[in-house]
């Protein structure tokens, strides 16, 4: 397998269960947001959204010396499986909820705040559970807001670069993805490939927003 190859392979692992987790723990928390007048709401949102300001490198940097043997993620983690977190496939995956986790709540979170309440008043009054109205009755109404915002998590994911080399380093097969190949090909003046490359992305990146702009042109009927 071509080194391109084989890094496509690992940004798409990557991308695909990064983008399955964030799709279980992002509607709760996106709910919430939209619906609670917690005063907690305002500090919640900001660190959901930190990602959006920060550099990568710092993020990253973070991330880096928690997942260390000795860091709060790190050291269960060492504990359990006698491996170190940073500089690992698993280490990516954490690394990626983190820094794609505001591209698939805050359009969840934007497309929940239309919910009528009436419409919830009235399943509450037919004793419906939150939970059982928030599974059958929002989710389902909500899915091209779900499905424009895990196609969103999936293409960041697979452009990552400063989390990345911070916390996974350069391992192929396991960490080196495709932002990282296309870096080392530059380095290595192997132009060829670095077109190649950054070809496969920008068509991706194309074609993702070409999908999540039909998406968002088709909303969700009103509730």
Same mark, same amino acid.
Do not use: C, K
């Given at each position: 397998?071509?080194? =391109?190859?084989?890094?496509?392979?690992?940004?798409?692992?990557?991308?695909?269960?990064?983008?399955?987790?964030?799709? !279980?723990?992002?509607?709760?928390?996106?709910?919430?947001?939209?619906?609670?007048?917690?005063?907690?709401?305002?500090?919640?949102?900001?660190?959901?959204?930190?990602?959006?300001?920060?550099?990568?490198?710092?993020?990253?940097?973070?991330?880096?010396?928690?997942?260390?043997?000795?860091?709060?993620?790190?050291?269960?983690?060492?504990?359990?499986?006698?491996?170190?977190?940073?500089?690992?496939?698993?280490?990516?995956?954490?690394?990626?909820?983190?820094?794609?986790?505001?591209?698939?709540?805050?359009?969840?979170?934007?497309?929940?705040?239309?919910?009528?309440?009436?419409?919830?008043?009235?399943?509450?009054?037919?004793?419906?559970?939150?939970?059982?109205?928030?599974?059958?009755?929002?989710?389902?109404?909500?899915?091209?807001?779900?499905?424009?915002?895990?196609?969103?998590?999936?293409?960041?994911?697979?452009?990552?670069?400063?989390?990345?080399?911070?916390?996974?380093?350069?391992?192929?097969?396991?960490?080196?993805?495709?932002?990282?190949?296309?870096?080392?090909?530059?380095?290595?003046?192997?132009?060829?490939?670095?077109?190649? =490359?950054?070809? !496969?992305?920008?068509?991706?990146?194309?074609?993702?927003?070409?999908?999540?702009?039909?998406?968002?042109?088709?909303?969700?009927?009103?509730?």
């Amino acid at each position: 397998m071509s080194d =391109t190859l084989l890094a496509a392979a690992v940004s798409l692992g990557l991308a695909t269960v990064t983008t399955l987790l964030l799709l !279980l723990l992002s509607p709760p928390l996106a709910w919430w947001l939209a619906q609670s007048r917690s005063r907690a709401r305002p500090l919640v949102e900001a660190l959901v959204a930190l990602p959006l300001v920060l550099p990568p490198t710092v993020i990253g940097f973070y991330l880096l010396l928690s997942m260390a043997p000795d860091g709060f993620l790190g050291a269960p983690w060492y504990a359990a499986t006698g491996r170190a977190l940073a500089f690992s496939f698993s280490g990516l995956v954490i690394g990626s909820l983190v820094y794609s986790l505001p591209f698939v709540v805050q359009p969840l979170s934007a497309s929940f705040r239309t919910v009528d309440p009436g419409l919830l008043e009235a399943a509450a009054a037919l004793g419906a559970s939150p939970r059982h109205r928030f599974l059958t009755l929002i989710l389902p109404m909500h899915r091209r807001a779900l499905l424009a915002a895990a196609v969103l998590g999936f293409a960041h994911t697979v452009g990552e670069f400063g989390i990345v080399l911070m916390i996974g380093g350069n391992i192929p097969g396991e960490t080196r993805v495709l932002s990282i190949a296309l870096f080392d090909q530059v380095e290595a003046l192997r132009y060829a490939d670095a077109h190649a =490359t950054a070809g !496969l992305l920008v068509t991706f990146a194309i074609a993702t927003l070409i999908l999540v702009y039909r998406l968002q042109a088709n909303p969700e009927p009103r509730t």
